[in-house]
């Protein structure tokens, strides 16, 4: 129905579910790509305790993830693993995956996962809350073939910075912008809206314009976990 009626199609899978293994997980994802849906999302499940858990970031620890120090847990993936999993995703037949989880680039082996997606023929692209990124980490990631960044900018600056507990995130989500802007990277942006930042929307949209950003993802914020 919703082709028919001309609309993109998206399938979200959560990973990490209680009880979930990975070959059921397989299982669940090859029913969704058969689906032949326009785009295929999928996302952590962040109740603590679950078979994946919260990745590590907390804004609370912003400086430590500005420091470089990745809270990773015992059972990521390694650079090695991630590859592997570049593999199976390029013979299932993936045309895009988005890199996100905290700041993804944080992790060792971002910018290889990057090559080898690109490599593969998949568009790699990354959400991210643009925390640390300067030019030259900006050029290392259009050189590494990352196809378009989508920075998490949640209001303006007084209600972004609350939300994030961190004074300054915002001016640091707009310098990222730009760093990746220079780089040539195509620019995104998503944003939460609630009771806290729904004024803020329509000024939003001419700093996120002006900004350079061509793609802006608004959402209501859920409450998960």
């Not at 994946?52 to 470089?68: I, W």
């Not at 059972?75 to 989880?101: F, Y």
Request: charged share 20%; glycine share 12%.
């Amino acid at each position: 129905a919703a082709r028919s009626a001309g609309l993109l199609v998206n399938v979200d899978l959560l990973a990490g579910l209680p009880g979930e293994t990975r070959e059921s997980f397989e299982t669940s994802l090859k029913m969704a790509l058969e689906l032949d849906a326009d785009a295929l999302s999928v996302n952590r499940y962040l109740v603590e305790g679950s078979p994946l858990g919260a990745f590590g970031y907390s804004p609370e620890r912003a400086d430590v993830l500005l420091a470089g120090e990745m809270l990773a847990r015992a059972d990521e993936l390694t650079t090695e693993e991630a590859l592997r999993v570049v593999g199976e995703l390029a013979a299932m037949g993936a045309r895009e995956v988005v890199l996100i989880g905290g700041e993804a680039y944080l992790h060792d082996g971002f910018l290889d996962i990057v090559r080898a997606l690109a490599a593969a023929g998949i568009r790699p692209g990354l959400t991210a809350g643009g925390a640390g990124v300067d030019a030259a980490l900006a050029r290392a990631m259009a050189e590494a073939g990352l196809a378009a960044v989508s920075v998490s900018v949640d209001g303006l600056a007084p209600r972004h910075d609350l939300q994030r507990a961190r004074d300054g995130s915002f001016a640091g989500a707009l310098a990222a912008l730009g760093h990746l802007s220079a780089a040539g990277l195509r620019l995104a942006a998503n944003t939460n809206v609630n009771r806290l930042t729904r004024d803020d929307v329509e000024a939003l949209y001419e700093v996120l314009r002006d900004a350079g950003v061509r793609d802006w993802q608004v959402q209501i914020t859920a409450p998960l976990g």
